[in-house]
């Protein structure tokens, strides 16, 4: 076994330990998919994260008119950060 292969298989082998085959948004288990981790239903589930959108926390802005591509939370509060993105918004594990 070559080096690549092996830290390959030692990180899939710490991930199994670290988060098991099972879904954590239903706990089913997770056979095949788009998504390693989570299973096809609650894949179809997540409410991933599209413009218009605020540049610098990520956060969905639908409707909202942005100045300077920023939403008014960060306008308001200034954040020490200058940018920021997620995929998906996060509305607990049971409810993905």
Same mark, same amino acid.
């Given at each position: ?6 830290? !390959?298989?030692? @990180? ?9 085959? /099972?879904?954590? %948004?239903?706990?089913? =288990? ?10 096809? !239903?609650?894949? @179809? ?9 605020? /540049?610098?926390? %990520?956060?969905?802005? =639908? ?34």
């Amino acid at each position: 076994m070559n080096f690549p292969q092996f830290v !390959l298989q030692t @990180g899939q082998a710490l991930l199994e330990i670290l988060m098991p085959g /099972d879904c954590p %948004g239903c706990g089913e =288990p997770v056979e095949d998919g788009p998504f390693r981790r989570v299973c096809e !239903l609650c894949a @179809g589930n997540i409410h991933w994260i599209r413009r218009p959108f605020c /540049d610098r926390c %990520g956060l969905p802005s =639908p409707g909202v008119d942005l100045v300077a591509r920023h939403c008014p939370h960060c306008r308001d509060l200034q954040p020490s950060f200058s940018k920021g993105r997620a995929l998906f918004l996060s509305t607990g594990v049971g409810s993905i």
